[in-house]
């Protein structure tokens, strides 16, 4: 068998393969904080929060109402959306004029409030919630046995991450909303109505977190403390692509899952730092980030 | 409210009347530190050993001394404080040092994570009183830290290895690999395992070390996958063994392989459910469902927490109730004549059968060696376990000829 380094290289593609699924979840996440960073100048720190309350209402949905798992993937979104909204309206719109850091404390400390509450109403070890019937099972790859389930979240993946990027760079819709972050008040002169889309664009992103969250319940626990053991790796994703950049966050989300699936072969004890080490040298020689623009 | 609280306060003073009355012999009064028994339950009541000890541990060693003042009418008052030790070991040994010096707590009971564990052991040493731990996992609070005032109670990493690893090889699988988190913890509970393994003929084949909360374990079990190993040791705790299992499960390597957790409970098979978890081998130190005692014990817990108890809150309310005796007996709260008492009575509860404190603090008691049922199986909710063996106490916990406490002559 052919060997790189030690490692086969049928192994060597299995692993590939997995850090493709790691690196969907890392796209689909920070593609939400790019959404919102760009538009509203605000950094999502409630987006951990967000993605595990799509987790929970998934859960939720199974446990009171008996909804499955294809109706939580498109509920629990919304719901998770329409709470983006209301946290956007109550208390976010008030902080667009002030300085980023009031954005972050204020987004921060939702995330400790929603993670509190959920842990004293549920305890952290977690709930069941098992794969559904339709995709149990694994494909044969030849190198590798991919579960049916882990192929089903780089697709949805990779199609949710599409269509966003399609919406916002070739569509109409798309061309407001870059207008609207370029110049407000000139697009607002349009008769473009601005804290509308604003509006719109937090829950959407709230949204994506809601929906990353339902497809990890049936992989990963469902937690309370599971956003936050997560989006540590998401911020340093995009900041890595570029705060802002729509396809700097989807292209290094992937990339970087893949990286980190490889390190895992070679050398297990680093795969949680590897995300930092590459943040720190691509701060070093782009501050901008990969995909950044300097401003 | 008013009338209620006076009523009480009517009963509270024709309660020792009518004991005269009826004539019951009064034994002498305790000599007490401030004129009573104070108990602390120090325990994580919100991170992530929080389903473990928690708020599960107060309700226990509250239900401890309520039945203690129901069926022994003590004629000394007992007091009980609770904390949250944040698992970080300064939090933990400033409020044991505290309860010691200005509220006059005697013994502190739960007091899990390792960590925690080993700096309250200090202060408590210091202050002469007594720590009666039902919660941390480290044999170092019996060996190299130990002191005349610990006492563990319900489990240790010895024990947990031990059992699996020696029952398991010897049932077939002889070929082991692991996963192990990358920190003391890990690393002492493989070694322990792949010893208890090599001791009884089985060959590890490897390990792999994943980072703590690593939330992705696909890759590490795809490593263990392709080891061709027949067991899969989990050397991990709490979120880490629920993901790992979760994603054994989508991977299919449950059905060549064989997984063992070193340290699962029966929360954690609660938070992945038995279709997950069906097969899986490990040892417990309490099991509700075991028998009648234990189940009646476990359905009154179960009434006030909406949960069944883990081994860790059934071993506090019986160390609760091991330590009032211990009092009572020694007729004071005095450490070192409380510590003679407990470490002379035996243990004979619901909890442990012929339990035993020894001289290095190691109260030795049965563990179970059980297997998580198949879902059809189960005939209620919490019906998890088929018990596999009773591994009696003197082989589960480290003999004391390996001992390294220097209070152990040897």
């Known amino acids: 068998m052919t060997e790189i380094f030690g490692v086969p290289i049928q192994a060597l593609m299995g692993q590939l393969m997995l850090g493709l699924v790691s690196g969907s979840f890392y796209a689909m996440l920070s593609l939400g904080l790019a959404v919102i960073f760009g538009m509203l100048n605000i950094i999502n720190f409630a987006h951990g929060a967000l993605y595990m309350m799509g987790a929970f209402l998934a859960w939720m949905g199974l446990e009171y109402f008996a909804l499955g798992y294809w109706q939580a993937l498109l509920l629990a979104p919304l719901a998770v959306g329409l709470f983006g909204i209301v946290i956007e309206r109550s208390m976010l719109q008030w902080l667009y004029k002030l300085d980023h850091l009031y954005g972050l404390l204020l987004t921060f400390g939702l995330a400790l409030v929603i993670e509190g509450l959920f842990t004293n109403g549920y305890g952290v070890s977690g709930q069941p919630y098992s794969i559904p019937e339709e995709l149990s099972g694994a494909f044969n790859l030849g190198f590798m046995f991919l579960p049916k389930y882990r192929a089903w979240v780089i697709v949805a993946s990779l199609a949710v991450c599409f269509c966003t990027w399609f919406v916002i760079e070739k569509t109409r819709l798309g061309a407001y909303l870059r207008a609207a972050t370029e110049n407000p008040k000139l697009t607002q002169a349009f008769g473009i109505n601005v804290p509308l889309m604003v509006m719109l664009t937090y829950g959407f992103g709230a949204a994506l977190a809601g929906f990353a969250g339902v497809l990890a319940a049936p992989a990963i626990q469902v937690s309370p403390l599971m956003g936050s053991n997560l989006i540590i790796v998401v911020f340093a994703v995009v900041v890595i692509g570029g705060m802002g950049s729509i396809l700097g966050s989807i292209l290094t989300g992937l990339g970087l899952g893949v990286i980190e699936g490889l390190t895992k072969v070679f050398y297990p004890e680093a795969s949680a730092t590897v995300v930092f080490v590459i943040m720190a040298i691509v701060l070093m020689i782009r501050p901008a980030g990969l995909f950044g623009k300097e401003r | 409210m008013k009338r209620k609280l006076l009523c ?207 939330s992705d374990f696909s890759s590490f079990l795809l490593q263990a996958q392709a080891s061709k190993a027949k067991v899969v040791g989990l050397a991990n705790a709490g979120g880490d063994t629920v993901n790992s299992i979760k ?141 596999k063996a009773v591994i009696p106490g003197n082989e589960a916990y480290q003999p004391m000829s390996l001992s390294r406490c220097p209070l152990v002559k040897k």
């Open chain 2, 8 to 214: 009480i306060s009517i009963a509270a003073l024709l309660l020792p009347a009518a004991g005269n009355v009826l004539g019951q012999a009064k034994p002498a009064a305790l000599k007490l530190s401030d004129g009573m028994v104070k108990i602390g339950v120090l325990t994580d009541m919100s991170g992530v050993y929080s389903d473990l000890g928690g708020q599960g541990s107060v309700t226990a060693a509250q239900m401890a001394i309520e039945d203690y003042k129901a069926q022994y009418k003590p004629n000394f008052k007992i007091e009980m404080v609770y904390a949250d030790h944040q698992n970080k070991a300064d939090v933990g040994s400033n409020k044991a040092r505290e309860w010691f010096d200005t509220q006059g707590v005697d013994m502190i009971t739960d007091v899990l994570n390792s960590g925690v564990a080993l700096a309250v052991a200090k202060v408590t040493q210091e202050k002469k009183r007594i720590m009666i731990n039902t919660g941390a996992a480290s044999t170092r609070l019996t060996n190299e830290d130990c002191t005349p005032n610990t006492v563990h109670y319900v489990y240790d990493t010895y024990a947990l290895a031990n059992g699996p690893g020696k029952a398991v090889t010897k049932a077939g699988g002889d070929t082991w690999f692991f996963l192990t988190a990358d920190y003391a913890f890990g690393a002492s509970l493989e070694k322990d395992t792949s010893d208890a393994v090599k001791a009884s003929g089985g060959k590890v084949l490897g390990s792999v070390k994943h980072p703590l909360n690593a």
């Open chain 2, 247 to 387: 994603a054994a499960n989508e991977f299919g390597l449950t059905k060549n392989q064989r997984l063992v957790g070193l340290l699962t409970t029966i929360v954690d098979i609660h938070a992945l459910g038995l279709p997950t978890t069906q097969g899986m081998m490990f040892t417990e130190g309490y099991y509700w469902n075991l028998n009648d005692d234990t189940r009646a014990w476990s359905r009154r817990f179960f009434a006030k927490q909406k949960k069944m108890p883990s081994m860790l809150q059934a071993g506090t309310y019986s160390a609760v109730t091991t330590y009032l005796k211990a009092v009572a007996a020694a007729g004071t709260d005095e450490s070192a004549a409380v510590m003679k008492k407990l470490k002379e009575l035996p243990i004979n509860d619901f909890f442990a059968k012929n339990g035993k404190i020894r001289e290095d603090g190691r109260m030795v008691h049965d563990m179970y060696l059980v297997e998580v049922k198949k879902p059809a199986e189960s005939k209620e909710p919490w019906d998890y376990y088929n018990i």
